[in-house]
């Protein structure tokens, strides 16, 4: 399944004005379940008294949680990294059009070796480590580029479902995956020896999120792969499925799960 020609021809569309990009934001929040976990931990992280942090979006893309994570607290101080010099250069363009341009940066860097050291209070890494062969590294980079204190916040697949993989000859949704899930107790010892402590993994994507997300996601780019005339008629398709989809996410969020295909992952540094 071709996921990323579908999310290029998106993002060229909406870029022709700057309220199509913030109405494009917008319409992630809603659509996006991951967005909704994220999201509402951020935002407690915040009320727990984060006014001026220095904060790494680890794997920027379209930059929209930059603009959430800007929008929820306007004293931060967002630096956002990706290793696709196209997206770099859009998010750039975008938000030096913006009020956010005084808080807000885009560079191109490779995880894998990218370190700044006891530079972050927070470093966000959403759908990012299923894309990295050498996670370990990354892992070890965001320890050090964390202060003392500083909080890793991951979502990404679990390996219950993750990427849409549910058997050995299922093929992942995303085809650029190395992974199609993490393991809850894999990807905690592999912080644990990266030097990270309180380390926290909880399942997202259960029965009703995964419901959703083929409601609201799958379903819809399918449809487009098959043919982009199938545009004209998604309106309707959201105008049906999305009370229902909504409903769904928030049910996923509310409830503890025994078992998702999404992992929502918080670490912390501590030297002491």
Known sequence: MKYDPVKSKIGNLVNRRLWMRKLFYRLL???LLRAWHVKRLIRSLNN???DNANILDAGSGFGQYTWSMWRINRSWTIHGVDLKQEQIDD???FFNKTKAADNVSFALEDLSAYTQTDMYDLI???DVMEHIEDDN???RNFHTSLRDRGCLLISTPSDRGGSDVH???DESFI???VRDGYGKEEISGKLRNAGFSEISVRYTYGRPGQLSWKLSMKYPILMLNASWLFAIVLP???LIVMPLALILNVIDVRKEHHEGSGLLVTAKKSTT
Do not use: P
């Open 29 to 31: 929040d809603i659509l």
């Open 48 to 50: 727990s008294g984060m």
């Open 91 to 93: 998010c750039n363009s």
């Open 124 to 126: 966000l890494s959403v």
């Open 137 to 139: 590294a990354v892992f």
């Open 167 to 169: 058997h050995d000859h």
């Open 175 to 177: 085809e650029e995956h």
């Open 236 to 238: 309707l398709w959201y």
